[in-house]
């Protein structure tokens, strides 16, 4: 395997995305070191190779990603993997709001706590949460899943059109058109495939205490659901 | 977007908080590049009723003697300094002394009288820097990585709607009780809800900023028994917008945010640090940020000392 080293100290993100670029091209793997928080780290990046942040991302890490396996050590700021179509993104710390904003597919996974609206308007993909999850989880949320391991905050699936949240701890409140269900065994067979993968290790009695928040109706708002699109 | 920042020393002893802030603001400069303060608690050592005047006065000639002359003749200046800033206006700082803090906003208002002078603030117990452009120029200007205290709060600032200048920079100033100072990040959407029932009640707003609106908001609650705390959750509930704001107070800090967490904040402490900021990048300048913790929607925090 190849690898090549990033000193982002000192450098415009606009740099640092220059340099992981043309190093996707010819490397497989890649490390920016001293990241500080940085704004826009591989932002647009498309090539299938791995990327680890080693330390803190700041807003927007990984946005439009799609293919790479992009590993944070530390935390990232507000929307990390917005966008995102393919790939990974696994942020050891936490992270701000907005996690998995917009996403199409691939996984994020963050191990601790989240900030608001996580999930918000996705369409495809999977979030992982190891903490608890701020207010507005999945807002306006189109697809995909977002798997939660502590609690979520007030308004849960606010405006959900499609797509599941899978809840092991307490929900606050549920928001328009959200409602609780039953998880089924495909359910709890997702769940056992893709949490193990990432790290997460739960008894079957946890597995038990997931609910799962699904839209009470396709088109909650105008039309009628034969008209779904 | 602005940037905001504050940091408390538990120990209550003097540290770097001017360099400690420089740093974490200087981190959130791409958040705005108008212009930047802070307000630095502890450090200044005056006695009872002494208060530090920092007074904006174009250069032209005989403006600074009539500045002077009105200040002398409400009370004698008891020490004075003059430093230079940019656009041909110079900050003239003095020391004086009152009887009682209800003389200040009286003596401030008859120096803003005068043509081309403004005060940007008056205060017993912390230091006002402020200025407009870049954080390291402000902080080479006022040297301000010089600057010890036990706690403080700064901002830089992407102006909204108001004006671009020295006294428009936050931190604002509440003269309602001494030495309460806000800096904000967002907008108070329902602005004269806010500033009606507080003109009622006799307090005097200088500006149509919104940052001032919330700093006289909170100096009344404090003035009516309010604690820090208690103060910014009321303004939680009755504030419209985006908004985080840090207000500082002779013995603390605290942050509120909006009730759909529409602005960031996120904050760390330790054992010796409390500290709070608009991103993550401004914490790491102060400490260790293994784990910051993300200002909810609605949510308070606060540290007093």
């Known amino acids: ?229 | 977007m602005c940037g905001i920042a504050g940091v408390v020393y538990k120990d209550k002893k003097l540290h770097p908080v001017g360099d400690d802030l420089t740093k974490m603001l200087d981190a959130l400069q791409h958040r705005g590049p108008d212009s930047a303060g802070l307000a630095i608690y502890g450090g200044l050592g005056l006695k009872e009723n002494e208060y530090l005047l920092n007074i904006e006065v174009k250069e032209k000639h005989g403006l600074l003697e009539a500045v002077k002359e009105t200040v002398n003749t409400a009370t004698p200046i008891k020490k004075e300094e003059i430093i230079p800033s940019v656009e041909n206006y110079m900050i003239y700082r003095c020391k004086i002394g009152l009887d009682s803090f209800s003389e200040l906003k009286p003596l401030i208002m008859d120096i803003d009288k005068i043509d081309d002078v403004i005060v940007l603030n008056g205060a017993h117990s912390f230091e006002m820097i402020k200025d407009v452009g870049l954080v390291k120029d402000i902080a080479a200007r006022y040297d301000t990585t010089s600057k010890m205290g036990t706690h403080g709060i700064g901002h830089t600032r992407f102006s909204t709607e108001s004006l671009v200048d020295r006294y428009h920079a936050h931190p604002f100033q509440s003269y309602i009780i001494p030495d309460i100072t806000v800096v904000h990040n967002g907008q108070i959407t329902n602005y004269w809800k806010i500033r009606d029932p507080l003109e009622r009640k006799g307090h005097i707003f200088e500006t149509n900023n919104d940052t001032e609106c919330i700093v006289h908001y909170i100096a009344d609650k404090l003035s009516e028994g309010y604690k820090l705390e208690e103060a910014l959750e009321e303004s939680v509930k009755d504030m419209d917008g985006p908004f985080s704001y840090i207000v500082g107070t002779p013995n603390g800090v605290g942050i509120a945010k909006d009730q759909l967490g529409l602005r960031p904040g996120v904050m760390a402490e330790n054992n010796e640090v409390f500290a709070i900021a608009s991103e993550e990048v401004s914490l790491r300048e102060v400490m260790d940020t293994h784990d910051i913790d993300q200002i909810a929607p609605g949510e308070t925090r606060s540290y007093t000392i």
């Open chain 1, 1 to 229: 395997m190849s690898e090549f080293i990033i000193n982002a100290e000192n450098q415009p993100p606009r740099e640092v995305n220059r340099e992981i670029k043309k190093a996707a091209v010819d490397y497989d793997r890649i490390v920016v070191k001293n990241p500080n928080a940085m704004h826009y780290i591989a932002a647009g990046l498309i090539e299938p190779v791995e990327l680890v942040i080693d330390g803190s991302a700041g807003y927007f890490a990984g946005t439009m990603v799609d293919g790479a396996k992009i590993h944070i050590t530390e935390n990232a700021g507000w929307f990390p993997a917005d966008n995102m179509t393919a790939g990974e993104v696994v942020i050891d710390g936490s992270a701000g709001d907005g996690v998995g904003q917009g996403i199409y597919g691939g996984t994020v996974a963050v191990k601790r706590d989240v900030g608001s609206r996580t999930g918000e308007i996705m369409k495809g993909g999977t979030i992982i949460v190891g903490g608890n999850s701020g207010f507005m989880t999945g807002l306006f949320m189109m697809g995909g899943r977002i798997i939660i391991l502590g609690d979520v905050s007030e308004d849960a699936g606010e405006s959900i059109i499609r797509g599941a949240i899978y809840v092991r701890g307490t929900v606050e409140s549920l928001g328009k058109n959200a409602k609780i269900d039953n998880l089924d065994d495909d359910d709890l067979k997702e769940l056992k495939e893709v949490l193990p993968e990432y790290g997460f290790d739960l008894s079957e009695e946890d597995y038990e205490s997931f609910k799962k928040i699904v839209p009470r109706s396709n088109r909650p708002f105008y039309g009628k659901e034969s008209e779904e699109g």
